[in-house]
């Protein structure tokens, strides 16, 4: 079976309020869940693809100084 992960995360989110998204990812980390890192993936995918070269360098050095 071939499951397409970005499309069921966004569908599966898809009427889901920026609340329950919110709780999704705190949950996620908080648990350290493994299986969750692909979702989460797909979120930052889809933040990244959707926000300006200003906002990816900021992203990057939270990133770097976050490590």
Request: net charge negative; hydrophobic share 35%; glycine share 2%.
């Amino acid at each position: 079976m071939n499951t397409d992960i970005r499309s069921y995360i966004k569908e599966n989110f898809k009427k889901s309020d920026q609340k329950e998204i919110r709780e999704s990812i705190e949950s996620s980390i908080k648990e350290k869940d493994e299986v969750t890192l692909p979702g989460l993936g797909v979120f930052f995918e889809i933040m990244w693809q959707n926000v300006d070269e200003n906002m990816k360098e900021k992203i990057l050095d939270a990133i770097k100084s976050s490590i």
